[in-house]
């Protein structure tokens, strides 16, 4: 049995979050570190721009300012994601990973039913969506691949996957609370967005009666990775050389007016 390395949920900032996910990356990339499954939250609210994503047009920019509301990169793509009441989740797997089809829409697909499996015996009957579900603006949840995970055709997990060519790294968000309030101001979303929110995005407080704690959300991935791909986890923090990486990049993923809106290049 093949052992992942598996990284325990810790609250940091959105520049390091992301940051250290790429360094991951790369390690798992250059077979320093094995496939690893990282689990995280956020230390405060904070939105994320899918890597293609233009800050101007997709989110009210002052608002987001005048809020004091940290807006980063994602190494991925997809659109953009507000972070708060949330359990976040990372994969990064080398190219030849016998776990995983050499296509995006085939690792995804592995990955789903990976989570799918770990919410069943949390009560929650979830599903792949089985169909595009396309909306224009710049919200991730409004959207879906026939490969998302869905509850009653209500978008559940938001996630976002880039490959390079020594594997890839996927990014996703398991929402405990779908609140779409924070959203419409810093989004510039109106009323029917807000409808179309209620419609056909969902979350653990709206499919539970009791939210489950953060250390049974993390049981119940590990097992549901465990099961559905045959390994075995080793808990470990991140490794020196990861840590020093993420520090050296992490200031370029802050999306940042006084810069011109750089985008991170890795």
């Not at 969506?129 to 055709?153: D, I, N």
């Not at 499919?207 to 250390?215: H, M, V």
């Amino acid at each position: 049995m093949e052992k992942w390395r598996l990284i325990p949920p810790q609250p940091y900032s959105g520049e390091w979050n992301m940051a250290l996910d790429v360094a991951i990356w790369k390690g798992v990339c250059r077979e320093e570190q094995p496939p690893t499954l990282r689990c995280y939250l956020w230390e405060r609210p904070t939105i994320s721009l899918g890597y293609g994503q233009n800050p101007l047009e997709d989110l009210c920019w002052e608002e987001c300012r005048r809020r004091d509301v940290p807006v980063v990169w994602r190494p991925t793509g997809g659109k953009a994601i507000y972070h708060d009441w949330e359990f976040t989740y990372s994969v990064a797997a080398p190219k030849g990973s016998p776990y995983f089809p050499d296509s995006i829409e085939g690792s995804y697909r592995v990955i789903s039913r990976c989570l799918i499996e770990a919410l069943n015996p949390l009560g929650i009957h979830a599903e792949f969506s089985g169909a595009e579900m396309k909306e224009e603006g710049a919200a991730c949840f409004l959207t879906a691949t026939p490969q998302e995970v869905v509850v009653a055709h209500r978008k559940l997990i938001g996630s976002a996957q880039r490959r390079n060519g020594q594997g890839f790294l996927q990014q996703g968000s398991l929402l405990m609370s779908s609140n779409v309030e924070p959203l419409i101001p810093l989004f510039g979303l109106d009323e029917s967005d807000k409808e179309h929110w209620e419609q056909r995005v969902t979350s653990l407080s709206g499919e539970l009666e009791t939210i489950p704690s953060l250390e049974s959300i993390f049981l119940r991935i590990r097992q549901g990775f465990e099961k559905m791909l045959g390994i075995g986890f080793c808990e470990a923090e991140p490794s020196a050389e990861e840590e020093k990486m993420a520090q050296e990049i992490q200031e370029s993923f802050r999306i940042q007016e006084e810069n011109g809106f750089q985008k991170v290049v890795f």
